[in-house]
């Protein structure tokens, strides 16, 4: 317990300085939180080095507008949230965007029914291939954790759009597992 006060202390400490524009402050910051930031930035955003570009783009954001930070919830929540919203933007400019129009009713059901013995980087490689609209809001439910009402509030798109996206985007992963599956063991 106490070193994780410690290091929230530490923490804290790098926080107001680079609030003042201490740049080896900064650059710690950075280096710690680095890693984490550009695989948020790489969940929206394909290729890679453009995900390195926004997260280089939030880091400067973050540290320019670090005196709104008020220490009432973790850094990282606050970073990866300045994250999301670049990664978005970034997309929204380069117009790869859609999102189809029909708010269909969706039911919430869980699809853990598919058994895979896919590797990280051939999910990765899937939810890369899914629409832009479907992508995004699939990550942001399903791996960032917003709520639907949040991510339509991001998006500019309806709650009922949200789960629409969801769902469909949902239904492709699943197909591209099982095609996959099938493929590998030869059960075509």
Avoid at 73 to 94: A, K, P, T
Wanted: net charge positive; glycine share 4%; aromatic share 10%.
């Amino acid at each position: 317990m106490k070193v994780i006060q410690l290091h929230q202390k530490n923490n804290t400490a790098l926080i107001k300085k680079a609030a003042k524009g201490k740049r080896d402050a900064q650059h710690m910051l950075f280096e710690i939180h680095a890693p984490k930031m550009l695989s948020v930035c790489r969940y929206y955003i394909k290729d890679i080095q453009h995900a390195e570009s926004v997260m280089l783009t939030g880091f400067f954001k973050a540290f320019t507008h670090m005196k709104t930070f008020k220490n009432e919830g973790s850094f990282e929540g606050w970073l990866r949230r300045i994250m999301v919203r670049e990664s978005i933007s970034f997309l929204r400019q380069q117009k790869h965007v859609e999102f189809s129009v029909e708010d269909e009713v969706v039911h919430q059901e869980q699809y853990n029914n598919v058994e895979s013995q896919i590797e990280v980087a051939q999910i990765q490689q899937i939810i890369d291939e899914l629409p832009e609209g479907y992508k995004m809001v699939f990550v942001m439910y399903a791996i960032e954790g917003y709520k639907h009402s949040e991510i339509g509030e991001l998006l500019n798109i309806s709650e009922g759009t949200s789960k629409s996206q969801l769902f469909k985007a949902r239904q492709m992963l699943q197909k591209k597992i099982k095609d996959i599956n099938t493929t590998s063991y030869g059960t075509n």
